[in-house]
Structures are given as C-alpha cells and as structure tokens.
C-alpha cells in the first residue's frame, strides 16, 4: 500500500471523482501495486481506531475484474463509517465511500455541520439500526438501483443545497 500522494495517475482519479486532499488523510486512502489488490484504490475502515476491514475500488479498464473488492471476512454490515459521535444530531446517510466523499465534500464546502456516513450497501444490520436510533435527524440519499428513486448523480447540487438547508432548521 502506497500513499496516494506519491502516484499521479491514482491522484487524477480520486480528484476527477471530487476526493479532497484532506480526505484522502483523513481516510488514510492507499493504493496497492501488487497482490489481491493489485492496481486498486485501499480505503482502510476503522472502528474505535483499529482497522476492521478494507475496501478497494479497482482502476484499471479490464472490465472481467469485479469493481469493489471488500476484506474477506469483513462484516462491514456491522459498521456506519465513520463512526458516529456521540453528539451527533443530524446525518445524511449515504451507500457507499465514494458517495461518502462527494456529498461530505459538498458539505464541507457549504459550512455545514452536518456528519455523513455510510452503511457500505443498502440493507441495514439490526446493529446499524440501532446506532442510527440515536440520531434526531438523517437524510438518506441512496444510489440508483431497483429499490432507489434516485442517485445523488442525479441530485442536482442546488436540489441538495435545499435539503441541507431545511436540515439546519
């Protein structure tokens, strides 16, 4: 696993995919060369600071290697990531850490005070279930698929802008 910073092409695609700097710190976001996650993008979950599973993003352009590579054996269904505070109030809950990214990045840029996680899928464990039982307020903005509406693809910014407003309320 490298750091991202050291490899311009794997840079270009976090960027092109609106992945801040200070998120690929914050996330400890990799990249592997060699090995299971050969020529992949490494985000490490953390859970009460110690890793608990990894989730990789394939580059490359053969389309016969599966996209998403998880740990195996991880239980991410165990998991909202990042971990949600104890203070937290209001959230907008999203599938997965690309998502986490984008819509964490608009949120930053807004000054919002709003936490962002993910539940790494769209079925909730009865441990995430519980968790989110906490939180006064949560949005939910799922991906495109046949149980989804919509995609925050789709979401025009100034549609989310609104959202997040009526959050803050």
Do not use: W
Not at 16 to 44: A, F, L, M, W
């Amino acid at each position: 696993l490298i750091n991202i910073e050291l490899d311009n092409n794997y840079k270009k695609y976090l960027y092109d995919r609106e992945v801040t700097k200070v998120q690929i710190h914050k996330y400890d976001i990799g990249y592997c060369h060699t090995g299971v996650y050969s020529n992949r993008i490494v985000i490490p979950i953390y859970n009460k600071d110690n890793i608990v599973a990894l989730v990789s993003r394939y580059i490359g352009s053969n389309s016969t290697i599966k996209r998403y590579l998880n740990d195996p054996g991880s239980k991410l269904h165990n998991y909202i990531y990042p971990e949600l505070q104890l203070d937290t109030k209001k959230i907008i809950l999203v599938e997965g850490l690309f998502d986490l990214f984008r819509v964490e990045k608009f949120v930053m840029d807004m000054g919002l005070n709003i936490e962002v996680c993910c539940v790494f899928g769209t079925k909730l464990s009865e441990f995430q279930v519980r968790e989110l039982d906490l939180v006064d307020e949560m949005f939910v903005i799922s991906d495109r698929d046949d149980s989804a509406p919509f995609s925050l693809v789709d979401m025009r910014i100034k549609d989310l802008l609104e959202i997040l407003m009526c959050m803050m309320l």
